[in-house]
């Protein structure tokens, strides 16, 4: 093989060619690579399905077995990822779920608390006119004229004097309530 090298120099090289390796060597020459007792390497009909695959590979049966362990192992650990994943996953799940159920929580409470305020006031509202509507409403015997006669007219401050109590004023000057004044 020529070798070439970037400043134009090049060079005559010989490579190494790499054999492959020969589990059962040919003519029954025994086991060449570590095989196990008892198996025949000589290619026969009682060769184990193990030989004839290392063989197949052009590896040793040692060897062979080796790789299926890694492999095996590689195949568990596979599984147990897989296995942490669905874990995660489960729990990441959980408290989503979780999280959406406080925050819903917490939402089914500030519309109660709203409910409930707006029910207050409606409440405070229909009290409210229920009370306009008493006041409103004219009273039976005359009751109410009474009341509304003297608030017009100032009691005599000398009968007052005269039954032993004093004449109070009221802050308005003598003003009637604000329901009179419409």
């Known amino acids: ?12 090289v010989v490579v190494e060619k790499k054999k492959k390796k020969i589990v059962g060597a040919p003519g029954g ?7 196990r007792p008892g198996v025949a390497s000589a290619g026969g009909k009682g060769e184990s399905k193990i030989a004839a695959a290392a063989r197949k590979l052009g590896i040793t049966e040692a060897e062979l077995i080796e790789r299926q362990k ?6 568990e650990q596979e599984a147990n990822r897989e296995v942490e994943k669905q874990k995660q996953a489960a729990a990441q799940s959980r408290l989503r779920d979780e999280q959406e159920r406080k925050v819903q929580a917490a939402k089914e409470r500030e519309e109660a608390e709203a409910r409930r305020k707006a029910e207050e006031e409606q409440r405070k509202i229909d009290e409210a006119a229920a009370k306009q509507k008493d006041a409103d409403k004219p009273r039976s015997g005359g009751a109410r004229a009474k009341p509304a006669e003297q608030a ?11 039954a032993g109590g004093r004449v109070k004023r009221g802050k308005g000057g003598g003003r ?3 329901r009179d004044r419409g």
């Open 70 to 75: 890694a492999l095996l192992k590689r195949r």
């Open 29 to 35: 020459a025994g086991g060449g690579g570590g095989g």
């Open 176 to 178: 009637s309530d604000d």
């Open 1 to 12: 093989m020529k070798q070439s090298f970037s400043h134009g120099r090049s060079r005559q």
């Open 152 to 162: 017009e007219a100032p009691p005599d401050p000398s009968a007052l004097e005269a």
